[in-house]
T-cell receptor, first 109, second 112 residues
Framework: GQNIDQPTEMTATEGAIVQINCTYQ??????LFWYQQHAGEAPTFLSY??LDGLEEKGRFSSFLSRSKGYSYLLLKELQMKDSASYLC??????????WGAGTKLIIKP | IAGITQAPTSQILAAGRRMTLRCTQD?????MYWYRQDLGLGLRLIHY???????GKGEVPDGYSVSRANTDDFPLTLASAVPSQTSVYFC???????????FGQGTRLTVV
């Protein structure tokens, strides 16, 4: 079966750095997406990785290792507004997105 | 403002009733999707459409139907609602198969 695993909840301090991990087992791979979802709102796109390595976009970076079935989202200089759920999703061989359950990130002052 | 719009934003529905959730996008995206999101679970694909005139079944299609008569609209119909269909429903669209998806604001549906 297809499976995406990510921690249920993480806590971090304002101004710090946090890494949210995602491991996956899917039938085929056509890219990995990270989305941010604030409570009661729609998911919004953060990043897309299809090749191994690190993609940096401002305070957010995303890493992919296809051989290990592993990705992480790195958030730097955390702000209170970063409190949200972070969703990892993998596009399989049929170009369908398989979603993880999401990691709820709590930022404390 | 360009984007994707869902209606209604919330609804309480009696079991056994028929209900259509509306979704409209003005970005001329080819692909559209319906997901449900339940606590503790990831988004699950109900139905999708890669282009106007075609639809496909996702992971959890039973009890739901869709149509894609044109590029902009992708309604989701519950033929006879059951309590297990209580969920938050998200419509999404994307320009192509492996591109970023844009989500509507969601419809919170409660079946009683």
């Amino acid at each position: 079966g297809q499976n995406i695993d990510q921690p249920t909840e993480m806590t971090a301090t304002e101004g710090a750095i946090v890494q949210i991990n995602c491991t996956y087992q899917t039938s085929g791979f056509n890219g990995l997406f990270w989305y941010q979802q604030h409570a009661g709102e729609a998911p919004t796109f953060l990043s897309y990785n299809v090749l191994d390595g690190l993609e940096e976009k401002g305070r957010f970076s995303s890493f992919l290792s296809r051989s290990k079935g592993y990705s992480y989202l790195l958030l730097k200089e955390l702000q209170m507004k970063d409190s949200a759920s972070y969703l990892c999703a993998v596009m399989d061989s049929n170009y369908q997105l398989i979603w993880g359950a999401g990691t709820k990130l709590i930022i404390k002052p | 403002i360009a984007g994707i719009t869902q209606a209604p934003t919330s609804q309480i529905l009696a079991a056994g009733r028929r209900m259509t959730l509306r979704c409209t996008q003005d970005m001329r995206h080819n692909a559209m999707y319906w997901y449900r999101q339940d606590l503790g679970l990831g988004l699950r694909l109900i139905h999708y459409s890669n282009t106007a005139g075609t639809t496909g079944k996702g992971e959890v299609p039973d009890g739901y139907s869709v149509s894609r008569a044109n590029t902009d609209d992708f309604p989701l119909t519950l033929a006879s609602a059951v309590p297990s269909q209580t969920s938050v429903y998200f419509c999404a669209s994307s320009p192509g198969a492996n591109t970023e998806a844009f989500f509507g604001q969601g419809t919170r549906l409660t079946v009683v």
